[in-house]
């Protein structure tokens, strides 16, 4: 199999479950060795208390064909990502991908900032966009030494939805809005250094724990449908992987320098699919089929 990541390493910052591990997993299956950080390890759950660990994803890098290392990390906590990109350095002497997947927040949905617990709603923030800023501080200072650095901030919803539509709560829409802005930051500060940095986005996420909301697998999972029509749009997390793999093998990468793009939209550019041999265009069913209230109907858009 070809393998356009050979020789190259990545940090995958989140990469227990979800996004995050679908990334870990293809950009191991392109050739690459794969750092793969989260809370959740074999011998402590975090918050979200999910039984993933980045242990299992570590695995399923080598499974894939890459080199996964798992490291146990909280991301809030400088001291301790200090320590992670010193290690990068020393057992690797460079980091060519990051990528920014940190979240794992608890959220109260559809609640007004004066509805919202306080220290819950600040937690969101610190999750999603602390974390995200730690990490790029002591990162980048790794990258940058040679052309071709590459960040990839994962976030839920692109620019232009995020910017036309209220997404849920106060909390949340304000992390959501602030990931993509990140990306459009370190585009610019990367750019004189020949670095690119991108904002992307899966669709509807067969996460785990959606699929346990659901009480669905990913091999049955279309059954979801009967209870959420609009189900049917959904995307495995391998879909997202493959977007940020293709990103990587890209060597005209910069093209997308500081754009917030969606795993759909990316899927038409390289020419990827999902498990299933099919290109889910998630956001722009959002826009013309979920959001107006019309009847769930894929056609056209997978």
């Not at 299933?276 to 894929?298: F, I, T």
Request: hydrophobic content about 40%.
């Amino acid at each position: 199999m070809e393998k356009p990541l050979a020789g190259k390493i990545a940090l995958v910052s989140g990469a227990t479950r979800g996004a995050g591990r679908g990334i870990a997993v293809r950009l191991g299956a392109a050739g690459a060795t794969v750092y793969v950080t989260g809370r959740s390890t074999a011998s402590k759950r975090s918050e979200m208390n999910r039984p993933e660990t980045i242990e299992e994803t570590a695995a399923l890098v080598d499974e894939a064909g890459g080199n996964g290392i798992a490291v146990g990390v909280d991301h809030l906590v400088a001291d301790e990502v200090r320590e992670l990109v010193a290690r990068i350095d020393a057992e690797q002497g460079a980091l060519d991908i990051l990528v920014n997947d940190i979240y794992g927040a608890p959220i109260e949905w559809s609640k007004t900032v004066w509805e919202s617990t306080l220290d819950t709603g600040l937690r969101t923030l610190r999750l999603a966009i602390d974390t995200h800023a730690i990490t790029s501080h002591f990162a980048l200072p790794l990258m940058i030494g040679k052309p071709g650095a590459l960040v990839i901030e994962v976030n839920d919803g692109t620019t232009a939805y995020n910017s036309e539509n209220y997404r849920v709560s106060f909390f949340y829409d304000l992390a959501k809005t602030a990931v993509n802005r990140m990306a459009f930051a370190l585009a610019h500060e990367l750019e004189p250094h020949g670095g690119t940095a991108v904002a992307v986005t899966p669709g509807w996420l067969r996460s785990e724990a959606m699929l346990d909301a659901y009480q669905v697998t990913e091999e049955n999972w279309r059954d979801a449908t009967k209870v959420q029509p609009h189900f049917a749009i959904s995307e495995s997390p391998a879909f997202v992987g493959r977007a940020v793999a293709a990103l990587a093998a890209d060597p005209e990468v910069a093209r997308w320098n500081g754009k917030s793009v969606s795993s759909g939209e990316l899927a038409k550019d390289y020419g990827f699919t999902d498990l299933d041999g099919s290109r889910p265009d998630c956001w722009r069913y959002l826009v013309e089929v979920q959001d107006p209230g019309k009847p769930a109907d894929v056609t056209g858009y997978r």
